[in-house]
Nanobody, 125 residues
């Protein structure tokens, strides 16, 4: 059974930092792009960041570019999201996502087959 388990969320003041982790089990995703998405109350889920299988290519939403960094450790089957200079508008439930095959539309949540349960990030002003 495939599981993605996120951790690292919490409450932080604006300007602060958090590091999210996503540990995968049940199968390896080392050959596939992995992604982070988020959903704020009353809003649709949106793409945050993605990383290629080797880690050589990373992709970010314009709203987080320069503040967030995605990375991965394939030996640990784990993906990370370092979030710096957090803003109140970053408040959301953050989800880790993995595909069951190679994908090209890494920004499209419909491409991903496996999702974590989400971790809440709250940024106070």
């Amino acid at each position: 059974q495939v599981q993605l388990v996120e951790s690292g969320g919490g409450l932080v003041q604006a300007g602060g930092s958090l590091r999210l982790s996503c540990a995968a089990s049940g199968r390896t995703f080392r050959w596939y792009t992995m992604g982070w998405f988020r959903q704020a109350p009353g809003k649709e889920r949106e793409f945050v960041a993605a990383i290629s299988w080797s880690g050589g290519n990373t992709y970010y939403a314009d709203s987080v570019k320069g503040r967030f960094t995605i990375s991965r450790d394939n030996a640990k089957n784990t993906v990370y999201l370092q979030m710096n200079s957090l803003k109140p508008e970053d408040t959301a439930v953050y989800y880790c996502a993995a595909p069951g095959r190679a994908i090209s539309r890494w920004y499209d949540g419909n491409e991903y087959d496996y999702w974590g349960q989400g971790t809440q990030v709250t940024v106070s002003s």
